[in-house]
């Protein structure tokens, strides 16, 4: 079977950064850009927990979803399966700059939330006590404080 483009990426060499994993064209002509945002240098620091994934993601995809400019073009936001980042999914032919101050502004709403987040009760979410705010806002700063790379390794 042949490998999916993203098992093609070293991920030895992979750094933090906003990346355009691929780009899919619909059968209606519209264009869907899939971005991995990579928090963690895969292999070499630590994967986020699961419990600070969840948190982030019921933040972020909140926090996007009801942004004045991206909101309608926002498709998913979620966690990769090996918790070293997550994917955003927007509409249109988009490129890491464009998205890199949109992804800034998630993670400083995750990093100074405080209260209840959204979504996270019995009613609303599958597995709501699963969630770990104080390490979602720990992995949010150490983003934020991180240079961002934008072009996979060669």
């Keep these: 079977m042949k490998k999916i483009p993203s098992f093609t990426i070293d991920h030895t060499r992979l ?4 990346y355009v994993s691929r780009r899919d064209v619909t059968p209606s ?3 869907i850009t899939t971005f ?3 928090m ?3 292999n070499r620091e630590p994967a986020l927990s699961p419990q600070a994934l969840h948190a982030m993601e019921h933040l972020v995809a909140t926090f996007m979803r009801n942004h004045p400019e991206w909101g309608s073009r926002i498709v998913y936001w979620g966690p990769m399966g090996c918790c070293t980042g997550n994917y955003l999914v927007v509409q249109g032919e988009v490129s890491p700059e464009d998205v890199t101050e949109l992804i800034r502004a998630s993670m400083a709403f995750v990093r100074d939330f405080t ?4 979504g996270a009760t019995a009613a609303d979410c599958g597995n709501y006590t699963f969630m ?5 806002r720990e992995a949010a700063t150490f983003f934020l404080a991180s240079p961002l790379s934008h072009t996979y390794p060669a």
């Design 15 to 18: 750094e933090r950064g906003i």
């Design 29 to 31: 002509g519209d264009v």
């Design 115 to 118: 209260g209840e987040i959204p």
């Design 40 to 42: 963690t240098r895969p």
């Design 36 to 38: 991995d945002v990579r």
């Design 132 to 136: 770990d705010l104080p390490a979602a």
